[in-house]
């Protein structure tokens, strides 16, 4: 129940197209939603959250779409680059009152090709 | 702002030895600050969380006599990983809460053990 399943594993997108990352949880105690971005060698970077009383969050090129009923929540790159290509991970946050960490999901490697 | 930093960013010991990783938030303040370790193309798996001043929690599975945590401020924690071997070689990544703002976590660019 602390899972979090994300697809694809892999994606090559064109340069200029639509870049989506698609999350799934089955814990409905999670409270806060957030995607890092991670280049190789490097400790992962936070680019946008949400939080579930929210269905839509936009930042820049990046989208959250959040769906609480259905418990999924996907990320939008809009306009991809190449400079986006790198691992993309998705996270939850379960607070438990004494302890609040996050449950990061499998990760995407995306690849945006000229 | 939100920036962490670890030292060092590679290192390379001899089984046996004991290796020291230190993580600090350099523009804030943390309450909380998160050890995470992660291998080649994997996802990132926590091993504690650790709070100023007080004893770190571990995850189930991680020893906490190998890994030893310290929380000695707002701005330091360190992982020491003692009798290193081998299978202890690994990308090892902190992360900081930012005191004030109770969700986002902020991570520092991460250390590559390497334990011949």
């Known amino acids: 129940q602390q899972q979090v399943k994300q697809s694809p594993q892999s994606l090559i997108v064109q340069k200029g197209g639509i870049s989506i990352i698609n999350c799934a949880y089955e814990n409905t105690a999670f409270d806060y939603f957030p995607w890092y971005q991670q280049f190789p060698g490097k400790g992962p970077a936070l680019l946008i959250a949400i939080r579930p009383d929210v269905s839509e969050k936009k930042e820049g090129r990046f989208t959250i779409s959040f769906n609480k009923s259905a418990k999924q929540f996907s990320l939008h790159i809009m306009d991809s680059q190449p400079g986006d290509s790198a691992t993309y991970f998705c996270a939850a946050n379960l607070n438990t009152g004494t302890a609040s960490k996050l449950t990061f999901g499998t990760g995407t490697r995306l690849q945006v090709t000229l | 702002g939100a920036v962490v930093s670890q030292h060092p960013s590679w290192v390379i010991c001899k089984s046996g030895t004991s290796v020291k990783i230190e993580c600090r938030s350099l523009d804030f303040q943390a309450t909380t600050m998160f050890w995470y370790r992660q291998f080649p193309k994997q996802s990132l798996m926590l091993m504690a969380t650790s709070n100023e001043g007080s004893k770190a929690t571990y995850e189930q599975g991680v020893e906490k006599d190998k890994f030893l945590i310290n929380h000695a401020s707002l701005t330091l924690s360190t992982l020491t990983v003692t009798s290193a071997h081998p299978e202890d070689s690994s990308f090892y990544i902190c992360?900081?809460?930012?005191?004030?703002?109770?969700?986002?976590?902020?991570f520092g660019p991460g250390t590559r053990l390497t334990v011949t």
């Open positions: 992360s900081a809460r930012w005191y004030g703002r109770s969700y986002e976590q902020y």
